[in-house]
Nanobody, 117 residues
Framework: VQLQASGGGLVQAGGSLRLSCAASGRTSSTNGMGWFRQAPGKEREFVARITWSGDNTYYADSVWGRFTISRDNAKNMVYLRMNSLKPEDTAVYYC???????????WGQGTQVTVSS
């Protein structure tokens, strides 16, 4: 499974961005998909996750109410809509896909999000 993230960029605080993740390959082997992020000097952290059906979503407390994860299985796409962005949201955002029993097995290359104050 290959994951290609896109949509990052520079935005002012309070602005919005939508990240996209295109999945290819044996996507039928995956279940949940999600987003993580890593800021300079910090560990990678969980941002959001969505189940294969899209019926269930999960968010980190720090983004709850501001970010929305969604997916389009027909297009093999996962999205992260980010509203009310804050400077502390600045990070490289990674798309990931999970495999039952193996956790988040597949990772994209990351896309940079920079929020200026």
């Amino acid at each position: 499974v290959q994951l290609q993230a896109s949509g990052g960029g520079l935005v002012q605080a309070g602005g919005s961005l939508r990240l996209s993740c295109a999945a290819s390959g044996r996507t039928s082997s995956t279940n949940g998909m999600g987003w993580f992020r890593q800021a300079p000097g910090k560990e990678r952290e969980f941002v959001a996750r969505i189940t294969w059906s899209g019926d269930n979503t999960y968010y980190a407390d720090s983004v709850w109410g501001r970010f929305t994860i969604s997916r389009d299985n027909a297009k093999n796409m996962v999205y992260l809509r980010m509203n009310s962005l804050k400077p502390e949201d600045t990070a490289v955002y990674y798309c990931t896909a999970g495999v039952p029993g193996q956790g988040y097995k597949y990772w994209g290359q990351g896309t940079q999000v920079t929020v200026s104050s």
